[in-house]
């Protein structure tokens, strides 16, 4: 029954000879405009995630030395950029109030080190006195990043 209609010129033949689109020709100038927002939106995804956002938060020092700050977990690192002097022994308070598996866990790669972050609560993490440097750490899923800049 189908071979008749398509030898006959019925609805499936016609359907078949025609594209499923149609080019429609658009006006030079929405071409550039739709061109020159998709470049900004690039660019501003770009800074977003890889720029640099603000000249960071000193590390304040505490008894016997002892560098120590509080870093909110919620949707990203809050500071996320981190400053402390290189030589002392430092503390990271990681207080998590985010309930996303992505930031239940923060990764210092640098120092081989590890912590998870349980919900509404505050974990801290010690490090050694450390070489001047540039250390970034990040989630589990390496999706949200912070950076310890030691100087």
């Not at 689109?21 to 890889?50: D, H, M, N, S, Y």
Request: hydrophobic share 50%; glycine share 12%; charged share 15%.
């Amino acid at each position: 029954m189908v071979l008749p209609l398509l030898m006959a010129g019925g609805p499936a033949a016609r359907a078949a000879a025609e594209p499923l689109w149609r080019t429609v020709e658009q006006p030079l100038g929405l071409k550039l405009l739709v061109v020159v927002v998709g470049l900004v939106l690039i660019a501003w995804e770009l800074w977003w995630f890889l720029g640099r956002h603000g000249g960071g938060v000193a590390a304040r020092v505490g008894e016997q030395g002892l560098q120590g700050i509080t870093i909110t977990v919620d949707g990203g690192y809050a500071p996320a950029r981190i400053k402390a002097m290189a030589g002392r022994p430092l503390r990271l308070s990681f207080h998590r109030i985010d309930p996303s598996g992505c930031v239940a866990q923060v990764i210092f790669p640098d120092f081989h080190k590890t912590l998870d972050l349980p919900m509404n609560a505050t974990t801290s993490l010690e490090l050694p006195p450390t070489e001047p440097g540039i250390y970034p750490f990040h989630c589990g899923m390496n999706m949200v990043r912070g950076v310890l800049e030691l100087e």
